[in-house]
């Protein structure tokens, strides 16, 4: 069975900084695309920064410059560094992969604060 789970989510002041934790199970972790996506309230989830098993990165145009997302495929582990966080940075952040199917996991909350 697939998990995917978040943590590191908080509040923070604009400018600040999180870093938001993956742990994935119940996958061949080294050959999975990972991501990170966010959902704002009243928004559609959208995608913000994608690693490849071998560490090519994708970022939102939003974001970019500003995250970083990293990965460690031995301990099957994904993060994403944020800095230099915005109030509209505002969302639950979700860990995802797709295997035959999507994995989500329950999300971690963001909040920052102006």
């Known amino acids: 069975q697939v998990q995917l789970v978040e943590s590191g989510g908080g509040l923070v002041q604009a400018g600040g900084s999180l870093r938001l934790s993956c742990a994935a199970s119940?996958?061949?972790?080294?050959?999975?695309?990972m991501d990170w996506y966010r959902q704002a309230p009243g928004k559609q989830r959208e995608l913000v920064a994608t690693i490849t098993s071998g560490g090519r990165t994708n970022y939102a145009d939003s974001v970019k410059g500003r995250f970083t997302i990293s990965r460690e495929n031995a301990k099957k582990m994904v993060w994403l560094q944020m800095n230099g966080l915005k109030p509209e940075d505002t969302a639950v952040y979700y860990c995802h992969t797709i295997r035959g199917q999507d994995y989500w996991g329950q999300g971690t909350q963001v909040t920052v604060s102006s």
């Open positions: 119940g996958i061949s972790f080294f050959t999975n695309v």
